[in-house]
């Protein structure tokens, strides 16, 4: 990308150095030389050609704060505003997607916790009452869908006589 149609009026060495500042979103001058960039492109693909689309996301609220500052209305922060939200948004969703399954870790455990549970000749029920928690905690714990606290596999080791858990 041809970065000199962005910063007209500046000379070779000075364009060279922006275009180093540009690449190092830590700098202290990246937010006023990025916002002299977005003040004057509307093309996301030029942007994203520079940085990428997570560092945008990372450095916008600098760049923001300093754009406010400087400039009180701008339509050209609003729509970049506007792609920092999309992108933040389809961050959520493709964690999201990722979100309702049950890491592996959590089954191996339900399932260590349930088979010592059967070798005591316990209900679910039966444990729930000594551990002080419902029946349907119990159920969801030994089928892995159930996030607990270190306290709680504590509590449950030591009712169920559980001495190593094996994390692989």
């Given at each position: 990308?041809?970065?000199?149609k962005y910063f007209w009026g500046i000379n ?73 939200e999309q992108l933040v948004e389809a961050d ?72 190593r858990i094996d994390v692989e």
């Open positions: 990308m041809n970065i000199s070779e060495n000075a364009l060279k150095e922006t275009i180093r500042i540009l690449k190092d979103s830590g700098h202290p001058r990246f937010p006023v030389k990025m916002v002299i960039f977005l003040s004057r492109c509307d093309r996301p693909a030029e942007l994203f050609s520079l940085i990428s689309k997570d560092k945008f996301v990372q450095a916008w609220p600098k760049i923001r704060a300093y754009w406010i500052k400087h400039a009180r209305q701008s339509d050209f922060r609003d729509w970049w505003e506007t792609i920092y959520k969703v493709k964690h999201k997607k990722t979100a309702g399954t049950q890491p592996d870790l959590f089954r191996k455990l339900g399932a260590l916790i349930k088979e010592a549970r059967i070798k005591k000749g316990l209900s679910q029920k039966q444990l729930a009452l000594r551990i002080g928690m419902k029946q349907p905690d119990i159920s969801r714990v030994e089928e892995g869908r159930k996030n607990i606290t270190l306290y709680t596999i504590m509590r449950l080791c030591r009712i169920l006589e559980i001495k």
